[in-house]
C-alpha cells in the first residue's frame, strides 16, 4: 500500500495525507459517544501538545526547507522567508477580522456581526485555524512534486502524522463542549469532525500550487508557517492557560514539540 502511496502524484499524495488528518479530528470529534465533558487538566494538556507540533512543525517542515531552498538557488536567504512568513500570520489575522466565529473561552463573538448560532461560531473558530495546517501538509507534499531537494516524502508524512495527531484532542474539544451546551452526542459530532474537513481542501490547493509555480515554494512554505504560528499564539496558547494548571500546558507543549521534532528528524 505504501508503494502505492509513493506512486500517486504529489496533489493525490497530499490529499490523502489530508483526509488522513481530517479522520484523525473526526476520531477526536467521536470522544463525545463516550464522555460529556473534559477535564480542565487534561484539555490544557492536550492543548499544549498542539502548540508544541505546530511550533515544531513550523520550523521543521516548513520553514527550514524554504532557508535551504533560497540558499541554493542563490538569492537572500532571509527575504523570502521573513515575506512568507508575515504574509501567512497577515492573512489570518486578516480572516479573523472578518470572518464570524467565537473562542471556547468566551461570550461574544468575533468577526464582523452575526446572527449565527453559538455552536457554529464555535466550529468556525477551530475551522479558521484548520486552514493552515491543511496548506502546510499540501505545500510540503507539493514541494517534493516541485524538486525540491530539503523537501523529502518522509518529512512531508512525518508532517502529516503530527498535524493529524495533534487534531484528535482539537476534534474532541469542539464535540464534547457542544454535547455539554445540549447538543445531541451526534450531532455534536457532526459539527466537530466537520470543523477538519477543510484541511483536504487547503492541502490540495496548496499543492496543486507550488507544484505548478515553483518560485513562490519559499514562500509558500513560510506562508504557512507563518498561519500556524499566529493560530498557536493567538487561539491555542492563551486557550490553554484558563485555571490553576498552567503547568500542564507548558508540559504538553514540551512533549508536542519533541514529539514533531523526533517525527521529522526520523521520517525526514
Do not use: C
Not at 210 to 220: G, R, S
Not at 232 to 257: H, K, N, R
Amino acid at each position: 500500500m505504501f508503494e502505492y502511496f509513493l506512486s500517486l502524484p504529489h496533489t493525490a499524495q497530499a490529499l490523502l495525507a489530508t483526509l488522513f488528518t481530517w479522520f484523525l479530528t473526526a476520531l477526536g470529534a467521536a470522544m463525545v459517544f463516550f464522555f460529556k465533558t473534559i477535564n480542565k487538566r487534561i484539555l490544557n494538556l492536550m492543548l499544549g501538545f498542539a502548540s508544541g507540533v505546530m511550533i515544531a512543525a513550523s520550523f521543521w517542515s516548513l520553514l527550514a526547507p524554504a532557508i535551504t531552498m533560497v540558499e541554493e538557488e542563490g538569492g537572500i536567504i532571509w527575504l523570502p522567508p521573513v515575506i512568507g512568513f508575515l504574509s501567512g500570520g497577515a492573512f489570518l489575522w486578516i480572516v479573523d477580522k472578518f470572518l464570524p466565529h467565537m473562542h471556547m473561552d468566551k461570550q461574544e463573538s468575533e468577526g464582523v456581526k452575526t446572527s449565527l448560532q453559538r455552536s457554529v461560531l464555535l466550529v468556525l473558530a477551530i475551522t479558521l485555524h484548520n486552514i493552515p495546517e491543511g496548506l502546510a501538509v499540501g505545500v510540503a507534499f507539493g514541494a517534493i512534486g516541485n524538486g525540491l531537494t530539503s523537501a523529502s516524502i518522509g518529512g512531508a508524512i512525518a508532517l502529516a502524522i503530527g498535524i493529524g495527531i495533534q487534531n484528535f484532542p482539537e476534534g474532541a474539544a469542539v464535540s464534547v463542549p457542544l454535547r455539554r451546551e445540549g447538543f445531541s452526542r451526534f450531532k455534536s459530532f457532526m459539527y466537530g469532525q466537520a470543523s477538519g474537513i477543510v484541511e483536504p481542501i487547503a492541502g490540495v490547493v496548496g499543492a496543486f500550487a507550488v507544484v505548478l509555480m515553483k518560485p513562490i515554494l519559499p514562500y509558500a512554505l513560510s506562508f504557512a508557517a507563518g498561519a500556524m504560528i499566529y493560530v498557536v499564539v493567538e487561539e491555542l496558547i492563551p486557550e490553554s492557560q484558563f485555571g490553576d494548571e498552567i503547568d500542564l500546558s507548558t508540559i504538553g507543549a514540551m512533549i508536542g514539540f519533541a514529539v514533531m521534532m523526533t517525527l521529522d528528524v526520523a521520517l525526514g
